[in-house]
């Protein structure tokens, strides 16, 4: 995706866990899969402490995003649901000038509306699959990697009828991802329905999806 946009994409990790035991090799993971995708990370954040609104603030002004992902609000992990509390309370202490595309994710918890469904060529599904392999002790645990393609299926066969239509026909592509496409703008959340609500494999798919909006 970096590569598709030339746009610096930048992994703010707010929490490595509740596990304690855990949490230092979690940040060592995520650093080595961001260096595999070519993402950065956001400075000074080898700490382990979760973030509080007030730094996700200082974070949004230093880099000025022009989108923001994160998780849906019933994305039913406690920590998703706190990041997505989070970020919401730093938005809204931003300056009124300060705007951006705001990008929910889901994982844990699908989302009952999502507005654009992104299809994902083959070549992507397996760029995410070695770069989740990179979270080697949380891949022990649940083999997230494995199952990621036929979760991807699946959210095309959700986000036919969701994002398309009760009743549309699937799309011909075999892997999606679902999000919640809104703009932060004046202070606030402002609802934004893309342009092409279901976006095919194909160049610069990405961009005219998640950032050419108007």
């Known amino acids: 995706m970096s590569q598709e946009l030339g746009k610096e994409i930048i ?20 650093a080595q899969a961001c260096r595999y995708l070519g993402w950065n990370l956001h400075p000074g954040r080898d700490g382990l402490q979760a973030l509080e609104a007030g730094e ?11 989108a923001i992902f994160f998780p849906h609000e019933k994305d039913w992990n406690s920590r ?43 070549e992507d599904v397996a760029e995410l699959i070695a770069a ?29 009828e969701l994002v398309g239509g009760q009743g549309q026909s699937a799309p011909n592509f075999t892997f999606a991802t679902l999000y919640r496409l809104n703009e932060w703008k004046q202070g606030r959340l402002r609802d934004l329905a893309p342009k092409n609500r279901i976006n095919s494999a194909g160049p610069n798919y990405l961009s005219e999806a998640l950032l050419g909006i108007s």
């Not at 996700?56 to 022009?66: D, G, I, K, S, Y």
């Not at 202490?93 to 009952?112: L, N, Q, R, V």
Request: with cysteine.
């Open 132 to 160: 989740t392999s990179f979270h080697q002790g949380e891949v022990t645990r649940n083999p997230y990697h494995l199952s990621l393609p036929f979760w991807m299926q699946d959210n095309v066969r959700r986000g036919s």
């Open 11 to 30: 992994n703010i990790p707010v929490t490595f866990g509740s596990n304690l035991a855990r949490q230092a090799g979690r940040a060592q993971e995520l």
């Open 56 to 66: 996700v603030m200082a974070a949004l002004t230093a880099h000025q995003p022009e």
């Open 80 to 122: 998703h649901l706190e990041i997505n509390q989070l970020l919401k309370s730093a938005l809204a202490g931003m300056p009124k000038d300060f705007s951006c595309h705001i990008i929910e994710t889901e994982y844990w918890g699908a989302m009952s509306d999502p507005n654009l469904m992104v299809a994902g060529s083959a």
